[in-house]
């Protein structure tokens, strides 16, 4: 199964599920890397325990309208085990990075999330696992209320594969409060590509709220974090560049708001001329269409409760790649 870039046409999914879907216990590494935002204060309104019913049901009757678009398109899904986990298997892509023929399970940044890719791992060959630990040395608590400080130190590598995009023979990674620097060298030496960096852009915290690569040579970027062409690796600079529009804010479950309103943007391509996007996005779908790129246009009622839009809750294992 060879799946490296994000554009190549599709042949082989993996689609998220929202059964169980919880909020955590807030140790060190869920206070730093998600809510280091958020006051004391405001965290005390943060509840651990499962989202309530109309969430999960809405997210999984979303996800399962994708599912039968995807096959429509001649695509295989396949789905996590619908059993219980201590985060949720609503974003496969946060978990894995399937670059090549190689399923690397990330190192990730929450503690809580190390197993999770476990729940479909019976879909993965070449898993590729890496030991850590990430003990409390790994976390900087001076990032809360401080937006200039990241949550990770570089004690040891931790990212989210959600830090990455696939670009053929180049990987582009976002330093964040997910991703340190030295999650990128271990994704360097693990592949043996070129990595390269997008810093000081977004901390807050994965890649695909604020580039999407939609072919060779032309990218989607978030005009209100990418403000000038030199916030963008050397390597992609010259690529053609669609500035996404402000997005249509799809709103939230009351006090579960766990992304902007730019997760909208987070769009999943089918093929280098067919993408997936939220259904309210139409300022940004006629920019696509400019570049002969439609747009199938499904809901993703609960993607700013849960933090994930189409390029979150799937994991494309195998793409059709030409000679």
Known sequence: MISKNEWDPLLKVIVGVAD??????????????????????????????LYPEQVITEANEDLD????????ESVEVLRPDRTNCDYYNYCPRDTV???????????????????EYKAFDQHLNNIKEVEYSHPDTLYNVECI???????????????DAANVLRADEKLLYLVSNS???????????????????MQDVYSYMHIDSTVALLRDGLLLINPSRIKRNEDIPV???????????????????????????????????INPNLVVLEEHQHS???????YNIDCAMLPMRQ?????GCFHCVTLDIERKHSK
């Open 65 to 72: 309208t994708l599912c039968q678009t995807l096959k429509k």
């Open 303 to 307: 993607a700013r409760t849960l933090g």
């Open 20 to 49: 169980n879907a919880k909020i955590p216990n807030i140790d060190v590494s869920v206070r730093t890397v998600n809510y280091a935002d958020r006051t004391d204060k405001e965290l005390q309104h943060i509840k651990p325990g």
């Open 145 to 159: 209320g401080d937006k200039h400080q990241l949550a990770l130190h570089e004690t040891e590598p931790a990212f």
């Open 179 to 197: 991703g340190n620097l030295a999650g990128a060298k271990l994704l360097k030496e693990i592949f043996n590509v070129e990595v390269c960096l």
């Open 97 to 115: 990075l399937h670059y090549k023929d190689i399923s690397l399970a990330s190192p990730m940044s929450l503690r809580v999330r190390k197993n």
């Open 284 to 290: 940004l779908r006629k920019e696509l269409e400019k």
């Open 235 to 269: 390597q992609f600079r010259s690529w053609d560049k669609i500035v996404c529009p402000e997005p249509y804010d799809i709103g939230f479950y009351p006090g579960y708001c766990n992304s902007s309103p730019w997760i909208n943007m987070n769009l999943f391509s």
